[in-house]
């Protein structure tokens, strides 16, 4: 795959990209809107985590969260191993390598308060991978998705990348046919460009067809 051999030469520098695009940031402000108490002990899915930059986030507001983190790329999630050793998070992190289409074996069968996708749909068919994380998710649970935008930014970056960003109306309806209704769209604030203009958050909501 054209797109694993880009991640397995970018992983070094990955987050430096995201801390200078302004990403890092947009996720704490996405992580502020998720609709749990700070305290709790929130389980999360991070399917397609990369260097894990939203696992972070997610520990920087919910400390006491557990959070398991998958990839395909085998650089990328070694790049998320060291970082959770140097700042001492191993243990509120699982990682491993998985492709969030197919069975997760690893999950066995754990459910989960929140299944996250950050830039990772682009790469598959959505119906199919929504509806297989879906598995892992508690009937009450939420499903966040940050893709890139489908303007002339995403494009460019889908170019660089190798996708092709989705349209809103196309995310949506791949959600809702699998059961999930649009609770928020989350745009970034301006202050954090570039990363406003390239993307943005959906949080997703199982309703009773899922159920
Ligand atoms: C744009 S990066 C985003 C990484 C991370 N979610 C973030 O927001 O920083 C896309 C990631 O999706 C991973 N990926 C692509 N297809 C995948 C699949 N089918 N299963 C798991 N990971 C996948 C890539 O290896 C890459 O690390």
Avoid: W
Wanted: proline fraction near 5%; include cysteine; charge should be positive.
């Amino acid at each position: 795959m054209k797109h694993d051999k880009l991640y397995s030469k970018l992983a070094k520098i990955y987050d430096v990209g995201l801390y200078l695009n302004g990403t890092k940031k947009a996720y704490d402000f996405f992580v502020k809107q998720l609709p749990f108490p700070e305290s709790k002990r929130i389980k999360v899915l991070d399917a397609g985590a990369g260097t894990g930059q939203f696992t972070l986030a997610i520990l920087r507001r919910f400390p006491n969260a557990k959070i398991v983190a998958f990839d395909l790329n085998e650089n990328m999630i070694e790049e998320l191993k060291i970082t959770l050793k140097n700042k001492g998070l191993t243990k509120s992190v699982k990682t491993f390598i998985a492709n969030a289409s197919g069975p997760i074996l690893h999950v066995g069968d754990e459910k989960f308060d929140l299944v996250v996708t950050c830039g990772v749909l682009e790469y598959v068919y959505p119906e199919d991978t929504i509806k297989n994380l879906a598995d892992y998710l508690k009937p009450s649970g939420y499903f966040f998705n940050s893709p890139v935008k489908d303007n002339i930014f995403g494009k460019l970056l889908g170019t660089a990348f190798v996708f092709k960003p989705y349209s809103q109306e196309r995310i949506i309806q791949a959600f809702t046919s699998c059961g999930f209704n649009l609770l928020k769209l989350l745009k970034i604030p301006i202050q954090y460009l570039p990363a406003s203009l390239m993307k943005e958050g959906y949080l997703f909501r199982g309703n009773s067809s899922r159920l």
